[in-house]
């Protein structure tokens, strides 16, 4: 048996440089940051691990690419990273390979001797109220993928035209992303990476309003406070907060105390309540700040099948018995607010795949420290052997990149041990195919795979044409150029 080595954060494998003379075959499922991460530290910690990556975009690094606002470069340094994860020449990259269409789990489970899933949150939570099919409401992460340049939404076309005013539900930092997006001056998004159809788009833009609209208070805002200076700060824009809201409770008061990021978040607020701005009367931008409102439901146009605006509830705070949080509950108080456009921003979902152990109340596959178990039941759950998860779909939508560095960082040495204590099948003698496995597979179902050399030709690709209009890159977006550059 292999002997382990933990210095500080670092796990490092001695003995194991392969299982009884092979590799130990490692198949990640998602290419975003807990992918990679998992990518990364599963090659160093273990000399004899060839790792596989696979996603169903041509394009790597998930949200890094598809999620990340495009005016916040300084996020995405970090492909640079995970662009040398790509080249070491234990790992390889599989794009454009669908998990749960192409390959299914089972598959996997029978090729690789470690399969972790790190696929991420490709879905949104659902309001459930009444009208939330209309035309103009779409969820934050439809309209990120489309200014980002996503191949799924690159047809979307939001209509940014018809209306002057958008509702944004929800006050996380997804929420703050896509107002911002609306309210910035697009001269300062030229120099993005932002998709050419939607700098297009929001130039002919008439929305010059955005409420921002939370059903808790300026204190239980879920954003954080950089991101909320910078909405703030934007150039030419009125912040308009009811003094009314900033009140505290004792409750709240307690809150402040025990936590410095809603404390920073709350002055933030504060201060933005009470000064005076100075904008441009030309092309004046407005936010709403809206607290203490909860989605009813939205109401159609006369016409019945586009949004005309939001029945909200006024909410007060209650502390909720079992988890000693204050909730927000309905007052029966409503109001009406008119908008023509409507993003709702209220948290990301996973979405399982067949055969795979899930926790649907927690939108997450039930794990002990990235261990996959076959039920959330933890009295009579078993271990699944040889799976994994790492990201959002090990521990939900929350949390910023680096999140998944420590995240990624629990799995592998979760992985690690269950190696040493001979829990994988290839110890007991059956030897997996990897990566000639995988191969077999993709040739048998006739599926185009794009190497990271694919990748490399659309990236070289992109920043040509950026170079052109002094962006970093002008991003490829439909399927058909994607897979047509990345042949060469
Ligand atoms: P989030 O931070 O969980 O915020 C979700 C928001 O939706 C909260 O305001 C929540 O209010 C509200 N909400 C949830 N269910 C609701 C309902 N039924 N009705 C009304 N409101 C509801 O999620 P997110 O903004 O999608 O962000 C996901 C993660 O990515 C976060 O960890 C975020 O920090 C991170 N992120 C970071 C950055 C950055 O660092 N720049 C950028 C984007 C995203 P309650 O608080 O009342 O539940």
Known sequence: MGRFL?????LISRAFSTLNGN????????????????????????????????????????????????????????VNQFSRVAAHDRCAFFGNV???????????????????LAYGAES????????EELKGIH???????????HPDYCEMAPDLKSTD?????????????????????????????????????????????VYLVGRRGPVQAACTAKELREILGTRNLRVHIQEADLATSPADEEELKNNRIQRRVYELFSKAANTIQEYDDNDQRNLHCVFFRKPDKFLPSELGYSVSGVRLEKTHLKENGVSRKQVAVGTGDFEDLKCGLVLKSIGYKSVPVDGLPFDKRKGIVP????????????????????????????????????????????????????????LLTSVSGSHKAGRQGLLQILQDKNVQFVPFSGWERIDAKERMLGELKNKPREKITTWNELLSVAEG
Not at 108 to 113: I, Q, S
Not at 139 to 149: L, P, T
Not at 372 to 383: F, G, K
């Open 6 to 10: 933990f210095h500080g954060r670092k």
């Open 367 to 422: 794990n002990e420290r990235g261990r996959v178990l076959s039920s959330d039941e933890t009295e009579n759950a078993t271990r699944e052997q040889g799976l994994y998860v790492a990201g959002w779909l090990k521990r939900g939508p929350t949390g910023i990149i680096a999140t998944n560095l420590y995240c990624a960082e629990e799995t592998v040495s979760t992985i690690l041990e269950d190696v040493r204590n001979g």
């Open 98 to 116: 669908s998990f749960g269409t192409n390959v299914s789990l089972s598959d996997l489970r029978k090729t690789y001797d470690v399969v972790v």
């Open 124 to 131: 949104d939570r659902s309001l459930s109220v009444p009208g």
């Open 165 to 209: 005013t958008a509702v944004v539900l929800g006050q996380g930092n997804v929420a703050l992303d896509v107002a911002r997006i609306l309210l910035r001056p697009t001269t300062e998004l030229e120099t993005t990476d932002i998709a050419d159809y939607a700098l297009q788009s929001l130039r002919e833009s008439n929305i010059r309003k």
């Open 139 to 149: 969820s934050a992460r439809e309209f990120v993928w489309w200014y980002n340049g």
């Open 23 to 78: 590799p130990l075959h490692v198949c990640v499922v998602g290419s975003g940051p807990a992918g990679f991460y998992t990518a990364e530290k599963m090659l160093k910690a273990h000399e004899g691990a060839e790792v596989d990556i696979i996603d169903r975009l041509p394009t790597p690094f998930g949200l890094v690419r598809s999620g990340v606002a495009p005016d916040h470069p300084e996020t995405k340094i970090v």
